[in-house]
């Protein structure tokens, strides 16, 4: 059935059940929804914020995680320097919608990619890419030569064994002349990634790392090989910020350089992996105050009790990240309009499927008189994820929701 020839009842129920402003979560949603609570983001915007400025560093945060325009302004409204991307597709989503300084943390290959950058220069972006190669050099310089641009490129530096980037100094230096000789190229600074680092004593790696980049950095503007008036020295994803900052400050970079760190999973955090990495940096910097919360819940309905100890709710591998199985985090009745949580001490999920979750209950949850209130078929679960950015990408509605659990906002996403 083509669009002209939907029949008038599907047309009329298309949209029902899609979040709008207003709505309440447990009344008015179809549930699996993906939400944000409002105060835990708040929060996070404003303490990453604070980390940043408090080491003199500016804050690029990597837009891949949400690709929601959304969060993108409240990242830069709180302060954000840019918004870092992964891709040109991306990029070009996020100047759509109207955000000018563009990080590619990146190396931009192919002549398609290179046309929708050409494009985002010619109408205003602020945009830097990352090289890591001559042939890469050579390409971008032929093509945005033809195209009567400059590109601002930044030099990447890697480690061996680990992704992208030049692998020693003498290779960083030998590709800056050859960039210095390309009237198209614009030498901008030095970007790097540490999460690839691992080992025995990945802290110590680390640091080790991000005075490895202060060291090139200061090389190159030594050599006179940097262009930029204000060349930049790039690091930092969402587990060992806090050592790169550390570093880029001990070394005075500020009134030299623009250092920017590029976090993305702290503007929701999570309930997995980057909670242990946040454990881990404020053990670390017993100095900071407090820490970030986790904003990002998937709320699903429990739709089977089949069996003693076994809710199966409506919940999957399509709906949430699951490089850690989800957490359940509380309960709720469906229709319950002051919002009143259960508690699911002891719930856990055991299995997920394309869109069913296997959640192992306590002896005594589905007994009745047990004080929890008996766990029925439509109660609503709140669920926590590990990994924010392979939760964003299953949707294209996320619900900003207040502590009255009502829709406050609806989000748009550019997967």
């Known amino acids: 059935m083509t669009d002209s020839t939907r029949h008038p009842l599907a047309e009329a129920s298309l949209h029902k059940g899609l979040p709008e402003t207003g709505n309440r979560l447990l009344v008015d949603v179809s549930l699996p929804a993906a939400v944000i609570h409002e105060a835990a983001l708040a929060h996070n915007l404003a303490w990453m914020q604070r980390f940043c400025d408090a080491h003199g560093a500016r804050l690029a945060p990597h837009g891949k995680t949400t690709m929601a325009p959304a969060l993108f302004h409240r990242q830069l409204q709180a302060g954000a320097w840019g918004i870092t991307l992964a891709t040109a597709p991306q990029c070009r989503a996020a100047f759509a919608h109207g955000i000018h300084r563009l990080l590619m943390a990146n190396q931009l290959v192919g002549e398609a ?76 600074g030095l970007e790097g990634y540490e999460g690839v680092m691992h080992g025995d004593d990945p802290e110590r790696a680390v640091r080790a790392y991000a005075w490895q980049l202060v060291e090139v950095v200061q090389g190159l503007e030594r050599d006179a090989l940097i262009e930029s008036p204000q060349p930049i020295i790039t690091a930092s994803g969402s587990v060992w910020y806090d050592l790169i900052a550390d570093v880029f400050r001990e070394a005075r970079l500020g009134a030299q350089f623009v250092p920017v760190l590029r976090p993305g999973c702290y503007v929701v955090h999570d309930h997995g992996i980057y909670r242990q990495a946040q454990r881990e940096i404020l053990a670390r910097q017993p100095h900071i105050e407090n820490g970030l919360k986790p904003a990002l819940e998937v709320f699903a309905q429990v739709i ?112």
């Open 304 to 415: 089977s009790l089949p069996e003693p100890g076994l809710a199966i709710v409506g919940l999957g591998k399509r709906d949430i990240g699951h490089d850690q199985l989800p957490e359940p985090l509380r309960r709720y009745r469906e229709g319950d309009d002051r919002g009143r949580p259960l508690s699911v001490e002891g719930w856990r999920v055991t299995r997920l499927m394309d869109q069913h979750a296997f959640v192992r209950l306590p002896a005594d949850e589905d007994e009745p008189g047990n004080g929890n209130g008996r766990v029925r078929v439509g109660d609503i679960v709140a669920f926590g994820a590990s990994h924010p950015c392979l939760t964003f990408d299953k949707w294209r509605r996320i619900c900003r929701i207040d502590e009255r659990l009502e829709v406050v906002e609806v989000m748009e996403t550019c997967f």
């Open 113 to 188: 990619n290179m046309a929708i950058v050409a494009e985002l220069i010619e109408a205003g972006a602020d945009f830097y890419c990352v090289v890591d190669s001559a042939a890469n050099v050579d390409q971008l310089a032929r093509y945005f030569a033809a195209r009567g641009l400059r590109l601002k490129v930044l030099i990447e530096l890697g480690v061996p064994g680990g992704r992208c980037g030049c692998r020693d100094t003498d290779e960083v230096m030998a590709l800056a002349e050859r960039i210095d000789s390309e009237q198209a190229l614009v030498l901008s």
